[in-house]
């Protein structure tokens, strides 16, 4: 024989019962450990007190009034919290009592452990959350494929264009370095060549000046038309030409200092040349290179005080400075002083193309070296190394 | 799409002057039916659902429109210009009562008197201000109405449970008032709990009576005095009732209240 008022304590489920106005008047045994408590510590609550606070917020929005035009709920999910804080995810059925007038006796509520169930239902939602903002997103694609398609199109043609236009480019440089090696180059060694039979012929003094012009003038236009060459091959990819053999490097920079001072006659150099025997490298291109620091440093350092040259030699390395004092280059200027064509701005007179420390860095690297400057208060330092192999 | 169609409008009564009843966040046009037939007499009852809830169509629903509560008291405005409405009374619940303050300030012409059933113009607590939650706790309810798209759909599903005292509800009931698209519920959620309405009360220029529940969890005390104090023309009853919904609860007090206010 079923003992119904141990069927209602220890049912396989929590019973509660609230009165008209929402206390609970009624609990049993099971729902009442479930909560970790005893069923009187409940009795007195309003189911409100028993949810977080999400869940007393819908309950009041959603199955309050729908337990009150419906009379009943069924399989609604909520967590209770039991007066130590712990969650209880739980399914409700609800079901009002009714006087013959309608108005609520008191209601009935059953409820049941779901935290497994509703954790899988959680992951369903969500799947279906995952499932749901992939299909928005293919449908973006979709309807964005043509025009995705149209773009890429646009792309590739401009990309085909921008080839072409390179390929142009080449051809051009090409044509350039042709006519800067032959057309110019040629006519300039026939003057050359003449103003060198008519300074063997007897000369008025003012032919004598007239020629020293000319001949320097050529001299400086040759120059000009080599470091037109030069950046040619360098944006052609092609780095600067250059032919290792054994050097007197000494000798070469002694050349360069006294060529310098010639042109600078009231300015003091000072060289220190702790080098001594042959080094493989390309002599004229590093005169070139030194030439073009010396001739910088003359021009842009203070004019009163002296400029240093210094070389010097280990089993692996090469090292020449050229050093003045003066004001020192501006960060902004410094990053670029490589760049072909750049010329810091000011003082006077006789300025290159801008290609002289371009030129001399391609130069440096071309020798497997560097070329490098520091500038401060103190001075003015570039600084060429280069290693020895064997 | 008709504005009648669009918000389900239902128009009934025998009476000139109109009183319009907006249901709130959860519910649909159905929450007024205690309510609403003592008013049938001497009053032309208008009653709808918000886009996105009960026999609405769904259709007409904008995720950008329905974003903020401006855009719902533009269909109230829309519904009282379509029946050309002047000088009734708006009855709204819980949200509604906030789309109705701003339906009134839109047009005020429309209203010269608002009911507003536990309303609350900010529901998160701010410097000085006590809405009654954190934004935390609206967050984690947004969140939890994702755990009963399952438990609803089975609630609301066709099994209809005996239901002797009122067999008129059932088919209808179960049809329309939680049917629901569970995005549109959020978003409506989303809206309700996160608006923050403080500021435009003091520019609502119609008579205002705030009928607030003794105890109400979501619409608390202090934040229908506060409605009231801020409202240019505001006035507050408490009435003797639970939760949030007095108009199913305690509908004979909610009735009195109005009795006495218009």
């Given amino acids: ?390 | 799409m008709s504005v009648s169609a669009r918000n389900n409008v239902t128009v009934r009564g025998d009476g000139q002057r109109a009183m319009m009843f907006a249901h709130g966040f959860g519910c649909d046009q159905n929450m007024w039916r205690h309510v609403t037939p003592t008013f049938e007499q001497d009053y032309k009852i208008v009653l709808f659902d918000h886009v996105g809830c009960g026999k609405s169509d769904l259709g007409a629903y904008d995720h950008v429109k329905y974003s903020t509560l401006s855009g719902y008291a533009a269909d109230v405005v829309e519904i009282g210009q379509a029946l050309d409405i002047k000088g009734g009374v708006f009855v709204g619940h819980s949200v509604s009562a906030m789309i109705g303050i701003l339906a009134s300030i839109q047009a005020p012409d429309l209203f010269s008197e608002l009911v507003l059933i536990g309303p609350s113009p900010r529901y998160i607590n701010d410097e000085g201000y006590e809405g009654g939650f954190t934004r935390e706790e609206i967050e984690e309810l947004l969140e939890f109405l994702d755990d009963n798209h399952l438990g609803w759909s089975a609630a609301m599903g066709p099994v209809i449970m005996g239901n002797p005292d009122r067999p008129e509800l059932s088919e209808e009931l179960v049809n329309s008032f939680c049917r629901t698209d569970p995005d549109i519920a959020k978003a409506f959620a989303r809206v309700t709990f996160l608006s923050d309405n403080r500021s435009d009360l003091e520019r609502c220029q119609a008579r205002a009576l705030v009928i607030q529940c003794r105890q109400d969890v979501i619409a608390q005390q202090g934040v229908g005095e506060y409605v009231r104090d801020h409202l240019p023309k505001g006035e507050m009853v408490v009435i003797d009732a639970t939760g949030h919904c007095p108009n199913l609860s305690a509908p004979a007090q909610v009735i009195s209240a109005i009795k006495a206010f218009v």
């Fill in chain 1, 1 to 390: 024989m079923e003992d119904l008022e141990d069927l209602y304590e220890n049912a396989p489920c929590g019973y509660l019962s609230l009165a008209a106005d929402g206390v609970i008047v009624k609990a049993n045994r099971t729902l009442a450990g479930w909560l970790g408590t005893q069923s009187f510590e409940l009795l007195g609550k309003r189911f409100y007190d028993l949810l977080n606070v999400p869940g007393k917020i819908f309950y009041e929005t959603h199955f309050a009034p729908l337990l009150r035009m419906q009379g009943y709920f069924n399989e609604v999910a909520l967590d209770l919290v039991g007066p130590d804080g712990r969650r209880l995810p739980v399914l409700a059925n609800a079901a009002e009592r009714r006087t013959s007038d309608g108005g609520v006796q008191f209601t009935r509520i059953t409820l049941f452990q779901a935290g497994d169930r509703r954790r899988y239902e959680r992951e369903l939602v969500d799947a279906k959350n995952t499932a749901d903002r992939a299909r928005k997103e293919l449908e973006e694609l979709n309807r964005s494929l043509e025009a995705r398609i149209a773009a890429g199109v646009a792309e590739r043609l401009q990309l085909e264009q921008g080839l072409l236009a390179e390929k142009e480019v080449a051809r051009l440089r090409e044509q350039f370095v042709a006519i800067l090696g032959h057309d110019l180059r040629n006519p300039l060694a026939s003057i050359v060549g003449g103003l060198n039979i008519l300074s063997r012929e007897p000369q008025s003094d003012k032919a004598r000046r007239v020629l020293t012009m000319m001949s320097h003038s050529t001299d400086r236009m040759s120059g000009l038309i080599q470091d037109m060459l030069d950046l040619a091959r360098c944006r052609a990819g092609q780095g600067i030409a250059v032919d290792p053999k054994p050097t007197d490097l000494r000798g070469v920079l002694e050349q360069v200092v006294h060529e310098l001072q010639t042109a600078y006659p009231g300015r003091n150099i000072q060289p220190s040349f702790e080098i001594e025997g042959q080094v493989p490298c390309d002599g004229g291109r590093i005169a070139q290179l030194v030439s073009n620091l010396l001739g910088n440093a003359l021009t842009h350092g203070a004019p009163d005080r002296p400029v240093k040259v210094i070389a010097t030699i280990t089993d692996n390395e090469v090292m020449i400075t050229v050093a003045n004092e003066g004001e020192p280059i501006p960060d902004h200027i410094k990053d670029h002083l490589f760049e072909p064509f750049f010329r810091a701005t000011s003082s006077g007179e006789k300025q290159g193309l801008g290609l002289g420390l371009f030129i001399s860095y391609e130069i440096a690297r071309s020798h497997g070296g560097n070329l490098q400057v520091q500038s401060n208060q103190k001075e003015t330092q570039f600084c060429f190394t280069m290693p020895i192999f064997g």
